[in-house]
């Protein structure tokens, strides 16, 4: 019997998020493994497990893995979510990675000391960058790529929830991304996962933030 996946990360969302969401989507179960004090990182760094002292860490396959586009590669290719050729996949890393260059400004807001410009420019760029490109694309088929369920999706979908937590109405003009989003969430396994009690997690808070600090001894507020 195979091992189940374990991830290793904060009890909040961060970098995680979106491999929760994707070994969600792609019916995983999985462990988790929070780090709450400075000494369990320590204890992974001197156990040899982050390459580059950076976590996310998940053990999958036999495998530790660090970095989180490698991660969700790898889950991407293993469960069919990653295209059926190159070319699709070169379009579903490049949706993706667009992507997560939005959720990461969103990510940083809680360590940041100016919270009200850095909201104005994600919104701004959020209209006018990034939203355009998927309603666009969804004006021409179900999914963003190949006509079936991808990475690109899936992170799609995560990452518009997030505009609209910190964006009330954001896609109030983007109607092809609120029909694909009411598509996605028939899917069962991402309707479980919206539900009260998953393993979904809620936007950072105090608590969530002064652990990240503890754990990698940050005194410094971003600009």
């Not at 979510?81 to 400004?105: F, P, Q, T």
């Not at 009411?182 to 936007?203: A, D, Y």
């Amino acid at each position: 019997m195979a091992q189940r996946v374990k991830l290793h990360y904060f009890n909040g969302r961060g970098k995680m998020e979106s491999i929760r969401w994707l070994l969600i989507v792609a019916g995983v179960e999985f462990d988790e493994f929070f780090l709450t004090n400075r000494e369990q990182y320590l204890k992974l760094l001197s156990d040899g497990d982050l390459m580059f002292q950076q976590v996310p860490l998940v053990e999958i396959d036999g495998m530790k893995l660090i970095q989180t586009k490698a991660i969700l590669n790898y889950i991407a290719e293993k469960y069919n979510l990653h295209g059926k050729d190159i070319k699709d996949r070169v379009m579903v890393n490049m949706y993706s990675e667009g992507l997560i260059d939005l959720m990461e400004m969103i990510m940083i807001l809680p360590f940041s000391s100016d919270v009200t410009s850095k909201l104005d420019n994600i919104k701004t760029k959020a209209k006018d960058r990034y939203l355009p490109v998927f309603e666009k694309r969804l004006s021409e088929q179900v999914h963003l790529v190949g006509g079936r369920l991808s990475l690109a999706d899936v992170l799609l979908l995560e990452c518009t929830l997030m505009l609209e937590e910190k964006f009330a109405g954001i896609l109030g003009d983007f109607h092809n991304i609120k029909s694909f989003q009411g598509r996605m969430r028939q899917n069962p396994n991402i309707s479980r996962f919206l539900e009260p009690g998953s393993k979904r997690k809620p936007q950072p808070d105090e608590t969530y933030t002064n652990t990240v600090r503890e754990v990698f001894n940050i005194n410094m507020t971003f600009p």
